[in-house]
């Protein structure tokens, strides 16, 4: 197979789709029967192709069929330009003008990269292993939960838990059977320590912190090995997530330690800190000290990572009314220092919008009255156990004692013109509803399935 650049007009959507039902008889009717299984989709598809321009790690399949380009993988991307170029290929009014909308925020790819196959039969194995699963890792194998979390750097408290447990290691390296207990919980437990790391009072007692990825210990090695060495060896050993799952849960394990918790007289002047290092770092390390510290004193000064800087920057919705996802998208566009009065405004908003909406979708109409129910139900039905770490702050700002100040904050931001938000707020707010705006748009799709 060899690759081409083709020009839209020229390529012919596959009349065979496995997507449909029955054979088509033209582009026209190939764009109703996609647009039938799902407008939303593919309006997003057309929205994000404006945005960004045609996905160049995934090229389009086509085969020559006489005088025509036949599109045998790509139909939606295709189909979708097509959409754009020409709304009236769309079948109903509505749709037409949502796609003009769309056509005129941007430039609309005219050409695509494609692969050009000699028959189907040649792309069907390439076909057939991007639509059917991972097949033994032949295919596209899925990001777990934690993956996709690195990726989109959202600090979850899973993340910050493995974060923890690496500093640690790297701090007692010579403690055998502590690293053993940090496997343990790493292996199995890692949600529960995530639980634990996730509440402040815990990170205050135990004298740790985070800077982004980098771990700080407020407090000399010696000072906190006695406390983190009892952590591990309960959290690998005795203590679930029953005995550490409310505030006061928490509480009552430290009350527990008491004894060997570091002294708040022997907290440092200045923490000291753990990060991974990097391969340009290590190379680093062996230079001499008056090169490395010329070296150090270039290195540019940690700049907040993008989804400090804007809201939600890690939430993706697919399974939400058009509109609402619209709203996000714009809302993630919102740079939180630069615009802190609109981004506290917005937040309120999107996390509304989309419960309302789930609401509406699921046909829910008890809890409905007020932002706190509203959140409240999907919580439930989310996280019905109260165990999920990602949502254990959505779960602390909307239900348990400061429940009523946070809500009543998000109220301020829109109704008091006495408030100004503070950038910590707006930041908190968003990274505590980023799981809950995720797992709401999954919870759509479970529904509905």
Not at 178 to 189: Q, S, Y
């Amino acid at each position: 197979m060899k690759q081409a650049s083709m020009h839209v007009a020229s390529l012919t959507l596959d009349d065979n789709n496995p997507r449909h039902a029955k054979q088509t008889a033209s582009d026209a009717e190939s764009i109703a029967a996609l647009l039938e299984k799902g407008p939303d989709k593919l309006l997003r598809l057309a929205r994000d192709i404006i945005q960004h321009g045609v996905n160049p790690t995934e090229l389009v399949v086509v085969m020559a069929d006489g005088d025509r380009n036949v599109v045998l993988e790509g139909n939606r991307r295709v189909a979708a330009l097509k959409l754009l170029h020409n709304p009236k290929l769309a079948p109903t009014e509505k749709l037409q003008k949502q796609i003009s909308a769309i056509a005129r925020r941007g430039e609309i790819p005219r050409r695509v990269m494609c692969v050009v196959a000699e028959s189907r039969l040649q792309a069907e194995h390439w076909i057939r292993i991007r639509h059917t699963g991972e097949n033994g890792g032949v295919g596209v194998v899925r990001w777990s939960t934690s993956e996709a979390s690195r990726f989109g750097g959202r600090s979850t408290p899973t993340e910050k838990a493995r974060l923890f447990t690496d500093a640690v290691s790297d701090w007692f390296a010579e403690d055998a059977d502590l690293l053993a207990n940090i496997e343990t919980v790493r292996d199995g437990r890692i949600t529960n320590l995530g639980r634990m790391i996730a509440d402040p009072t815990v990170r205050h007692r135990l004298g740790v912190s985070f800077d982004g990825d980098v771990v700080l210990s407020n407090f000399p090695k010696d000072r906190i090995h006695p406390i983190l060495t009892r952590l591990f060896t309960d959290f690998a050993g005795p203590v679930s997530v029953d005995l550490i799952k409310t505030k006061r849960q928490r509480e009552k394990y430290l009350e527990q330690v008491e004894d060997i918790l570091p002294k708040l007289a022997d907290r440092l002047d200045e923490p000291e800190k753990y990060s991974k290092v990097s391969d340009g770092d290590e190379a680093n390390q062996d230079k001499p000290a008056e090169e490395k510290a010329e070296s150090d004193s270039r290195k540019p000064r940690r700049k907040r990572p993008d989804f400090e800087k804007r809201l939600f920057q890690s939430v993706a919705l697919g399974h939400v009314s058009l509109r609402s996802s619209e709203v996000l998208e714009e809302a993630k566009k919102i740079t939180i220092d630069d615009m802190p009065n609109t981004a506290a405004i917005m937040v309120r908003a999107v996390v509304d919008i989309v419960v309302t909406d789930v609401a509406a979708q699921l046909g829910w109409k008890r809890n409905q009255d007020t932002l706190k129910g509203r959140i409240s139900a999907v919580l439930n039905q989310v996280d019905p156990e109260k165990n999920d770490p990602s949502l254990s702050d959505a779960w602390r700002f909307s239900q348990e004692d400061d429940g009523a100040l946070v809500l009543k904050t998000l109220h301020s931001f829109v109704h008091s013109w006495q408030n100004h938000p503070l950038t910590v707020e707006v930041r908190k707010l968003s990274l505590a509803y980023s799981p809950l705006l995720l797992k709401a748009d999954e919870l759509i799709e479970k529904k509905k399935r």
